[in-house]
T-cell receptor, first 115, second 116 residues
């Protein structure tokens, strides 16, 4: 079945450091790919998405490119801030069935950014 | 846009009581809503999927008589944890999506349920 694998955390960085969080997936067909962010005690917020191969999703300085050849969707940011500290979830949309797509989530990667 | 409101955000109650959690889409019509459970420092586990006006579809291992889901309108779904026990304590999150393929899910802020 479809699955998402994320790098294990926690990832600890100093402010202004470069961030990469790896995400690879296994899927049949052509799923859409998403990054969600969860701040402490809150639900998930959609950070960015890509719907087809070679698409680049970007938002708030974060970006990720849908790489079909390597089945990856790595999240990157050039210069992280303390306010980026959160848990990041990579997800893919499962097959469209019954009028909706289910999301399959990775395990999440906790990011801690220190001043 | 695409705001989902979940209420209450935190509830503490005695063992044996039933607890209802509401999930509302404020500015769009949610044809499908999802209910997740999240254990500390873990990912989201999908419990069930509900489409407006029809019975919810539960994931394997989720007791439908324990977790009652109602999706009576295009903007409201409720999850009722019946006869709650301490092992039901968790963080419950709902999400909603509009009609069409590959629509993103929009999440509520979650409900922390503590059963004493």
């Amino acid at each position: 079945g479809n699955s998402v694998t994320q790098m294990e955390g926690p990832v600890t960085l100093s402010e202004e450091a470069f961030l990469t969080i790896n995400c690879t997936y296994t899927a049949t067909g052509y799923p859409s790919l998403f990054w969600y962010v969860q701040y402490p005690g809150e639900g998930l917020q959609l950070l960015l998405k890509a719907t087809k191969a070679d698409d680049k999703g970007s938002n708030k300085g974060f970006e990720a490119t849908y790489r079909k050849e390597t089945t990856s969707f790595h999240l990157e940011k050039g210069s992280v801030q303390v306010s980026d500290s959160a848990v990041y979830f990579c997800a893919l949309s499962d097959s469209f069935s019954g009028g909706y797509n289910k999301l399959i989530f990775g395990a999440g990667t906790r990011l801690a950014v220190h001043p | 846009g695409a705001v989902v409101s979940q209420h209450p955000s935190w509830v503490i109650c005695k063992s044996g009581t039933s607890v209802k959690i509401e999930c509302r889409s404020l500015d769009f019509q949610a044809t499908t809503m999802f209910w997740y459970r999240q254990f500390p420092k873990q990912s989201l586990m999908l419990m069930a999927t509900s489409n407006e006006g029809s019975k919810a579809t539960y994931e394997q291992g989720v007791e439908k008589d324990k977790f009652l889901i109602n999706h009576a309108s295009l903007t409201l779904s409720t999850l009722t944890v019946t006869s709650a026990h301490p092992e039901d304590s968790s963080f419950y999150i709902c999400s909603a999506t509009g009609q069409g393929e590959n629509q993103p899910q929009h999440f509520g802020d979650g409900t922390r349920l503590s059963i004493l």
